[in-house]
């Protein structure tokens, strides 16, 4: 059975730009969370889609945005970057229930100039 | 304010030396502890799921245990191959399904 799944695994941009990255859930899967990871405040909640709506939302600016489709894959879209954007970007997918386990892909890098 | 704390931040150990790693936690109402395992450059990678107090899960070397306010990762005769960054997770319930993660614990053990 694959993994999650994300594209791309590294990407640099500069401040003011915009960036999309791309999340595949497990088959099967129809919950889709993001988490943002940095060394100093460790692993922090973006969001989190189910059935292509946003269901839950943590402390973070309204420059993070993201979407779900019918297929359940995710995108979620970071805009007028910052310095401290610059983090591990990972999604998490899960079979949507509560009290569900979260299985993490790889991860994005991303790095702003 | 929910959130969760992991003692000790590092961990040094000789191959067979076992040892406990210990989370902490402050949740307005616990729906589940989680405990992942994430080697550098990679995803957490899902261990364990704790519901309620008094549940323990053991896979391999480890063995989680849960109480009302805190969690234990134990590892016993842990060899190199167990070195890596352990995070704990709570569900809150009030808090959806988002997981709320401590600073982790990385573990080293040489041979």
């Known amino acids: 059975k694959a993994g999650v799944t994300q594209t791309p695994r590294y990407l640099i941009k500069t401040r003011g730009q915009q960036v999309t990255l791309s999340c595949s859930p497990i088959?099967?899967?129809?919950?889709v969370s993001w988490y943002q990871q940095t060394p100093g405040q460790g692993l922090q909640f973006l969001f989190e889609?189910?059935?292509?709506?946003?269901?839950n939302k943590g402390n973070f600016p309204g420059r993070f945005s993201g979407r779900q489709f019918s297929n359940s894959r995710s995108e979620m879209n970071v805009s007028t970057l910052e310095l401290g954007d610059s983090a591990l970007y990972l999604c998490?997918?899960?079979?949507?229930?509560?009290?569900?386990?979260?299985?993490f892909g790889p991860g994005t890098r991303l790095t702003v100039l | 304010e929910d959130q969760v704390t992991q003692s000790p931040e590092a961990l040094r150990l000789q191959e067979g030396e076992s040892s406990s790693l210990n989370c902490s936690y402050t949740?307005?109402?616990?729906?589940?502890l989680f405990w992942y395992r994430q080697d550098p450059g990679k995803g957490p990678e899902f261990l364990f799921t704790?519901?309620?107090a008094g549940e323990e899960k053991e896979k391999e070397r480890l063995k989680a245990t849960l109480t009302k306010k805190e969690s234990f990762l134990h590892i016993t005769a842990p060899k190199p191959e167990d070195s890596a960054t352990y995070l704990c997770?709570?569900?809150?319930?009030?808090?959806?399904?988002?997981?709320?993660f401590g600073k982790g614990t990385t573990l080293s053990v040489s041979s």
């Open positions: 949740v307005s109402g616990l729906r589940g």
């Open positions: 088959s099967g899967h129809r919950s």
């Open positions: 998490a997918s899960s079979v949507g229930l509560l009290r569900n386990e979260q299985f």
């Open positions: 997770a709570v569900q809150a319930n009030q808090a959806g399904t988002a997981l709320i």
């Open positions: 889609y189910f059935s292509e709506t946003q269901r």
């Open positions: 704790l519901y309620s």
